[in-house]
Every structure is written in structure tokens, then in C-alpha cells.
């Protein structure tokens, strides 16, 4: 069924958003499969994204956690600094290829919502950004970015004051304002088409980093592992291995305080299924159907929620999905700092936290690509604050 | 008892004709379960019957009310401190009907249905006569894993409609439809509204085109004069956040005075 990843997926949204996501996915479906919109988009992600992003053989990082070889997929060098980008541009070339002309985004680190208001500035659209309040205080330097670059950001006092709630906010605007407006979704979460039309624009990843790995390599690597939040830079990454059934693909979520303490955003080792933001997958739920209030020390990983082809891809066995508490994540980050002289983002600080448990369960002789989904300028506050 | 002897769709359209036959417009009314407490809302509920309120919709709070303004999510919200559940929504619903014989509707977001169980939902609906459910994030395409349980026992699944809703699906869906038609009166949340959308008219009449089931009107509606705009074009209102805002103002004289003055802007 269209929409669907086995049992999750789907468009579970208020009648008034109905004609909108149908007319979207038909423009995404026309948009896609039309060489000049192809090109335009491979154009803006060579010579304004700076794509294709390098794959570093991290080889000090390798040595200390005990691995062959760990490939560095470096999203934290495009343009903004995030691969949130990849999907913000394409999307907002498609707001406008639609004839909208406003786009609103609902952001939890701060990078979809940079990405977003550079894509609109770039191609002259009006932007709107809702963000959780508690995203506000400790992701301060995104929120300045946005306002320099022309989008007005909206806080959201409500919930949990992070990124559910920023999505609840930017749905009730497009409910509201659904005619001529564009919501920019920023992961692959949310009612069909998103999850689709994400995980197509983030594969770019996957594609890069395979061919640069066989290059490198001779050969496929071993496993490919990614941080998951809603899942895009995961799905990204996946997407080109999911055929490759030699490789083994592993996702790392928010393990937070632990997934004992219940103080966590680990959807998929955590969770169980319901439905959130429109779609039907694995969230953080209690035993009357409430989402639960999340904690990660990464504000991008910080929700109740996953993209469904995630949960269908961890009810199917294909991939493997892990959690990696705050403690972890910030080693994974004071690591990769030292040993390469890279400073990740607090969200793939997780994945490269969970390397050596990598090492731990396929062994040492083996050949990892990591996704490193962003720099970490704007969680320095963060670091210095726990450290 | 008598409560199995009758439907949910037949209590609905029992409701609407009772109005209709005194010449007035049905009034139903909203109420989140648990606001401003729990102990109140049984209360409440029956100042709503007492002030002329011909349906009754049980709100059922969930913390993402991505289809509401702020004051249903500030009620929501309160009623989830006080750990207001399904089952304490259900049971004020089945006290409501063996007292007063109300006809009485659950309104609420997915995912709490889903968690308590669609079968055992359609199980306590028929046990405790209540006539029917509205899930504002259910569109028609997802409706089926409730549609399965609750079309056999006869309790009312409530479609939503929207001024966006295009002919065609209007056409395609209202076959289908239950009850009676719930007309969203704007492009927009839940929240009180001092005029009346443009849309409304033109978007009634499309519905009326595609079924002879009661249609009503909500969203934003809230003032004797929407109602009175409204006569001659739909069968009744849905009025929620001015109800809440009746409560958080008046409590349960404010809840009757409105429901009253609405009822006589309808009858007028
Ligand atoms: C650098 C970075 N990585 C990962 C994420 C998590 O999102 P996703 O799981 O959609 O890739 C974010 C979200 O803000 C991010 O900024």
C-alpha cells in the first residue's frame, strides 16, 4: 500500500490537511521524476551545498576503538554544517516549483531550522521556524543564525518544550494556513509523503558513501551505522545498503540516562507501537496512550517518535538498532575531537560512541562507515556546561 | 434496561430530530473530561443537559492536540495532571446516559483508542450506550481499524469534513457516512472565533449536495449570532472552547447561561 512500510506508516491527519499531502505527494512524484528539477537540485548541492562530502579514513579514531578501519561520512562538512540541508533544499526547491510562498519548519537542534531558512533565503521564500523553548536556551547560536538569515522563529512554550512539540506547533500553522504554505518537515517522521520524499532527498548519503567506500575499500565495508533522531540522516545512509545483504547496517539512538530510568529518546529500543504526527510507529508512550516527555543531552535525537521505515526495518531484522546513553555520547564526542581532530555534533556523537560495542559484536577485522551527520559548533554551550 | 434497544446512530438521529421538530437548531456541546478537575466534570456535564444541550461530545485529553487551539490543549493538559484516562471519560459518558438518557459522543485523538483497544472500545461504547466516536486525526483512508469494530456494534464513527475537502471526495466519502456530518467551519484549529468563516456557506451546501444525514457545524463557533447566522444553513453546532471558556470564567451557571442563550439563538 502506498504510504505504507508494513504496518506503519500512513496519513492519520485532520481532514483539512487531506488535499494538501495528496497534492504533495503527486508534486514530489512529478517533481522527481523531471531531469530538469534533478538537475537544478544535483546543481545547488554541488556548487552551494559543497557535495559530494569526503569519506575520512579515521584511522587514530579506528586504533582506539578497536576496529580495521572506521570511514567518516563527513555531512558536518556541507554548507550549514548538518546534512539536514540535503532534504531542506530539495524540499524548498518544491515549495516553489508548488507555487508556495511560505514555507514553515519545526526544528529540535536548531539545524533543520538553519537549513531551512538558508534554502529560503537562497531562493527568496518566506520562513517560518517553530522551536521548543528548551531547544532555545540550549541551541542559542542556531536561533541567532536563523533570525540572520531572514526567518522569524516562533517559540513553543507547550509539553515538553522541545521538538514534539515544535512539530504540533507547525502542524496546527499548516492546518491553519494550509493553502498557500509549504511545511518543510525536517526528518523522516510524519504522515505520508514525508517519510518518502525525505529518505529520497538524505539518500544522497548512501550513494556517496558507497561508492567512495568501495574506492577505497576494493570492497563493501562490513557495517554502516548512523544516529537515529526521526531518522533521516539514517535513512539517508541506509538506503544505498539496503541490497547488500553482507553489510549490516546498525542505528543508534538516545539512550539519555539509561532506558532503566525511563529518561531517554530511544524510540525503537524503547518504545512500543502507536501513532504520532501522522503516522504509525514505534514512540515512547504510557500505558494510556500519552506520549512521554523525552531527555537526551542532543536536542536532534530528543523525540517520543521515529520514522516508520525504521520501525518496519527493525520488525524486518535488516537493520539492527542500538541506544547510547548521554555519558557515552559525550566520550563518542571528547573521542573523535582527540583522536581526528573533528568535533561532531552531539547526535552522531552517539553513533561514534557506539563503535566500540561494534567492535564488540562483528569483531576487529572489521571495515565500519559511520555517518557523521554534523559539526558541533552549536552544542559547545552543552559540552562545556557537563563537562 | 433498555440502552441495547437502541443504536448509536439512531440515538443521533434521534437528537437531531427532536430539534428539528421543535424547529430549532441542535446544540452540541464539548467538555474536556477533567476540567478544571476531575470531581467537576460530572457536574458540568449535566449543567450542559440542563441549559438544552442535545449532544453531549466527551473530550478525551491527549498531550498532541495538533488539531486544537490553546484553550482545548490548556484543558487537556490539566485534565492529564489530575490522570484523567479513557475510562473515567467512559464512565462519566455511561452515567450520563442511564440518568439522563443524553446522547453522548467520545472525541479524542488516535492513539489512546488504539492503546485502550478498538474492540474493547466498541465493547464499553455498547455496554454504556454511547453513540458514537469523533477522531480528528482519523481521515476516511485510515478509518478501517475502527471502522472493523465499531460499524458492527452500531456505535457512530463521526467523519470530519473541511472547507478544503474537494467535491469529488465529498462524493466518494458521504456515502459512508454515520450519524451525522461534522463540518469543520474553517481551514484551522479549535479556539473561539468572533466572526463566522466566509467558508462556511458555500462549504455546507457542497456537503448537502452528498447526503441527507443531520450536518453540524463547529470550530470557532461560540456566540448566539453564529448560531443565528447559521439557521436554515446547517442542523446544529458544535461549540467547545467557548464552553471551556464558560467553565474557566462561570463554572456551571456560565456552561447553562450559554448553552441557553445559544439554544434560543438557534429556535429564534
Ligand atoms: C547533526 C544532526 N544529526 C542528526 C540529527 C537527528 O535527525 P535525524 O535522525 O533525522 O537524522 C540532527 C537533528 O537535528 C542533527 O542536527
Redesign the interface.
Known amino acids: 500500500m502506498k504510504g505504507r512500510f508494513g504496518v506503519f506508516g ?11 499531502v495528496i497534492e504533495l505527494e503527486a508534486a514530489f512524484d512529478e517533481a522527481w521524476s523531471d531531469a530538469a528539477f534533478r538537475d537544478e537540485l544535483d546543481r545547488l548541492l554541488r556548487t552551494y551545498v559543497g557535495r559530494p562530502t569526503p569519506l575520512t579514513d579515521a584511522r587514530r579514531l579506528a586504533a582506539a576503538v578497536g576496529l580495521r578501519r572506521v570511514l567518516l561520512k563527513r555531512e558536518d562538512l556541507t554548507h550549514t554544517g548538518a546534512h539536514k540541508i540535503n532534504s531542506a533544499l530539495g524540499q524548498a526547491l518544491l515549495a516553489k516549483r508548488m507555487g508556495k510562498r511560505r514555507v514553515i519548519a519545526e526544528t529540535g537542534a536548531g539545524q533543520h531550522g538553519v537549513a531551512t531558512a538558508t534554502a529560503c533565503a537562497l531562493l527568496g521564500i518566506e520562513c517560518v521556524v517553530y522551536m521548543g523553548t528548551l531547544d532555545m536556551e540550549r541551541q542559542r547560536p542556531n536561533v541567532f543564525r536563523m533570525r540572520l538569515l531572514g526567518a522569524e522563529v516562533r517559540a513553543v512554550d ?2 515538553s518544550r522541545t521538538l ?2 515544535a512539530v ?1 506547533e507547525a ?2 500553522d499548516w ?5 498557500g504554505t509549504y511545511y518543510l518537515l525536517g526528518s523522516a517522521i510524519g504522515m505520508h509523503p514525508y517519510p518518502t520524499i525525505v529518505r529520497e532527498l538524505q539518500s544522497v548519503i548512501g550513494r556517496e558513501a558507497r561508492a567512495q567506500a568501495v574506492d577505497l575499500l576494493g570492497r563493501l565495508p562490513d557495517v554502516v551505522t548512523a544516529c537515529v533522531g526521526g531518522g533521516s540522516n539514517a535513512i539517508g545512509t541506509f538506503a544505498a545498503f539496503l541490497d547488500d545483504r553482507g553489510v549490516a547496517l546498525r542505528g543508534v539512538e538516545a539512550g539519555g540516562a539509561g532506558l532503566e530510568t525511563g529518561r531517554h529518546a530511544a524510540s525503537i529500543t524503547g518504545g512500543t507501537v ?5 503516522t504509525k510507529t514505534y ?1 515512547l ?1 504510557d ?5 512521554r516527555e523525552t531527555h537526551s543531552v542532543s536536542a536532534g535525537l530528543d523525540y517520543p517518535g521515529v520514522g516508520p521505515e525504521h520501525a518496519a526495518l527493525h520488525d524486518s531484522g535488516r537493520v539492527t538498532y542500538v541506544a547510547r546513553t548521554d555519558a557515552e555520547a559525550l566520550e563518542g564526542f571528547g573521542l573523535l575531537c582527540r583522536t581526528e581532530g573533528i568535533i561532531p555534533a552531539l547526535e552522531p556523537a552517539h553513533a561514534i560512541a557506539d563503535l566500540p560495542f561494534v567492535a564488540r559484536e562483528h569483531g576487529h577485522d572489521v571495515d565500519v562507515v559511520v555517518c557523521l551527520s554534523g559539526r558541533g559548533d552549536k552544542d559547545l554551550d552543552t559540552v562545556m556546561r557537563s563537562a | 434496561m433498555t440502552l441495547t434497544t437502541i443504536t448509536g446512530s439512531e440515538r443521533i438521529s434521534r437528537a437531531f430530530g427532536r430539534a428539528r421538530a421543535e424547529g430549532r437548531m441542535a446544540i452540541a456541546i464539548y467538555l474536556t473530561v477533567g476540567f478544571p478537575d476531575r470531581a467537576t466534570t460530572p457536574a458540568l456535564l449535566r449543567a450542559a443537559l440542563d441549559g438544552g444541550a442535545d449532544l453531549i461530545e466527551l473530550g478525551v485529553p491527549f498531550s498532541d492536540p495538533m488539531a486544537d487551539g490553546t484553550t482545548i490543549q490548556r484543558a487537556g493538559e490539566a485534565a492529564l495532571r489530575g490522570g484523567v484516562r479513557l475510562e473515567d471519560c467512559v464512565a462519566d459518558g455511561a452515567s450520563l446516559v442511564s440518568e439522563r438518557d443524553a446522547t453522548v459522543l467520545l472525541m479524542g485523538y488516535l492513539n489512546p483508542f488504539l492503546r485502550f483497544g478498538p474492540e474493547r472500545l466498541a465493547a464499553e461504547c455498547v455496554r454504556s450506550g454511547i453513540a458514537g466516536v469523533i477522531v480528528p486525526d482519523l481521515p476516511a483512508e485510515e478509518s478501517g481499524e475502527l471502522d472493523t469494530v465499531l460499524v458492527p456494534a452500531d456505535v457512530a464513527r463521526i467523519d470530519l469534513y473541511a472547507p478544503t475537502t474537494p467535491d469529488e471526495r465529498l462524493a466518494r466519502l458521504l456515502p459512508a457516512a454515520r450519524g451525522f456530518v461534522y463540518c469543520v467551519s474553517l481551514t484551522g484549529v479549535t479556539g473561539a472565533r468572533a466572526g463566522l468563516s466566509d467558508d462556511v456557506r458555500p462549504f455546507v451546501q457542497r456537503v448537502r449536495g452528498h447526503t441527507t444525514l443531520p450536518v453540524a457545524v463547529g470550530f470557532g463557533i461560540g456566540r448566539p449570532e453564529h448560531v443565528r447566522a447559521l439557521r436554515g444553513i446547517a442542523d446544529g453546532v458544535i461549540v467547545g472552547s467557548a464552553a471551556i471558556d464558560a467553565v474557566a470564567q462561570g463554572g456551571e451557571r456560565a456552561l447553562r447561561d450559554l448553552v441557553r442563550s445559544l439554544r434560543e439563538a438557534g429556535a429564534a
Open positions: 500512513g496519513q492519520y491527519v485532520p481532514e483539512t490537511l487531506m488535499p494538501a507547550a509539553g514534539k512539540d504540533n502542524i496546527r492546518v491553519t494556513n494550509v493553502r502507536g501513532v504520532l504526527h501522522g514512540v508512550q500505558d494510556a496512550g500519552q506520549i
